[in-house]
Every structure is written in C-alpha cells, then in structure tokens.
C-alpha cells in the first residue's frame, strides 16, 4: 500500500522559516518524481514544485512566484521528502500536500496534508 | 503559463442525473489532462488521466473526453458519494496549473 504521511507543519510568523516532511513507504522511492501542492482556506489547488530523481540530477521546477522563497529536497535513504519555505507570508497559509507525479503526467498518490499558518 | 477555465464553479443535480464539467486550457495540451475529486477534509483523488483514461477503482459512471483545448468529465447517474469538489490538471507544460474547481451537489 502507497502511503504518504506529512508532518512539521504549524504556526509560524511572518517572515519566518519552516520546513514540513513527507514520508513514504510502498513505492520505488528512488524512481518516484515527487511534488508539493498547496491549498489556501477554502480556495483551490496550486502546484508548487517538483523534484526529480537522483539519476536525474535531482532537478527541480517551482511555481514561478515561490521559487525565491521555497525548496524542496529529498533523503532517498529516509524514503522522505520535503519542503522548505523562507520568508513566509500571510497568503502561504494553506495545507500543503505531497504527492508522487506519475507518468502519465498526474499526481497519483498524496498525503493528507499538513496546515501551515502563517500569522502574526 | 497555461490557464485552465473551469466550468461550472458549482453545480446542483439530482441523484441519477447526467452531470458534466469542462475545462479550457488557454493552448492547446494535447490529451494531457487530469480529473481529480476532493472531499472535504481529504487529499485529492485521481479519477481520469491522459483526458480518457479511468484510473483504477474509479467507477466506470466517470468518463472523461476531448484534446488539444477543450476538455469535459462526465458522470453519468449521479450518486450520493459523488459530491465533492472536482478539479482538472494539465501536465503539458510546467507550472503545472489546476482548474478552478466545481463543487458539485445534490439538489
């Protein structure tokens, strides 16, 4: 059974960091492309990165506006991955969700998100 | 950036209706489109890839059609446990975007 398990999200203030965790199990992990999406309260779904493999020199691709501020990496040794974010303002508040990104050019597994507020 | 127009943003129907929901990309995506169903308090889930193709376990009242701009998911006999919010995703081209969302319900 795929899972994905997110973790490490909370309160933070503005113009603070955060890091928030996904771990996985049931998969190649080694061969998986994975992916954050957020979502803010009551809005729709926005694709925020996404991390290729090792073979494939962990390349990465974000969302235009957050690649300043947003980095995702990967512990192919932990089966996890993640997601830093720097500079955090109000509009980052949402739950973020990992997800695996298949070939067929979808997200086919996610997790059950995690809640960052970003608040004063 | 490729925009998706998603339509209706939300819809009422009665259990057995036929329901469908579009999706316009701003270019021309080839079949590289996904349908995804979110209830509240859960993650997303794929029901539809590639524009057609019923991802597993989905029941077979889910279908999907078109190419190149104009995309459309249908149910055909609306069901209780089909109320929710559904999504489209191209995956053309990178960012990756999502449609609006249509929140669908029974009347």
């Known amino acids: 059974e795929v899972r994905l398990v997110e973790s490490g999200g909370g309160l933070v203030k503005p113009g603070g960091s955060l890091r928030i965790s996904c771990a996985t199990s049931?998969?190649?992990?080694?061969?998986?492309?994975l992916a954050w999406v957020r979502q803010a309260p009551g809005k729709g779904l926005q694709w925020v990165g996404r991390?290729?493999?090792?073979?494939?020199?962990?390349?990465?691709d974000y969302f235009a506006p957050l690649e300043a501020r947003f980095h995702i990496s990967r512990d192919d040794s932990k089966n996890t991955f993640y997601l830093q974010m720097t500079s955090l303002r109000v509009e980052d508040t949402g739950l973020y969700f990992c997800?695996?990104?298949?070939?067929?050019?979808?997200?086919?597994?996610w997790g059950q998100g995690t809640l960052v507020t970003v608040s004063s | 950036d490729v925009q998706m127009t998603q339509s209706p943003p939300s819809l009422s129907a009665s259990i057995g209706d036929r329901v469908s929901i579009t999706c316009r990309a701003s270019?021309?995506?080839?079949?590289?489109v996904a349908w995804y169903q979110q209830k509240p308090g859960k993650a997303p889930k794929v029901l539809i890839s590639?524009?057609?193709r019923l991802e597993s376990g989905v029941p077979s009242r889910f279908s999907g059609r078109g190419a190149g701009t104009d995309f459309t998911l249908t149910i055909t006999s609306l069901q209780p446990e089909d109320v929710a919010t559904y999504f489209c995703?191209?995956?053309?081209?990178?960012?990756?975007?999502f449609g609006g969302g249509t929140r669908v319900e029974i009347k």
């Open positions: 590639v524009a057609t």
């Open positions: 049931g998969f190649v992990f080694t061969d998986a492309w």
């Open positions: 997800a695996t990104y298949g070939a067929s050019r979808r997200f086919d597994y």
């Open positions: 270019q021309s995506i080839s079949s590289w």
């Open positions: 991390i290729k493999t090792q073979a494939e020199n962990l390349t990465t």
């Open positions: 995703q191209q995956g053309h081209s990178f960012p990756l975007t």
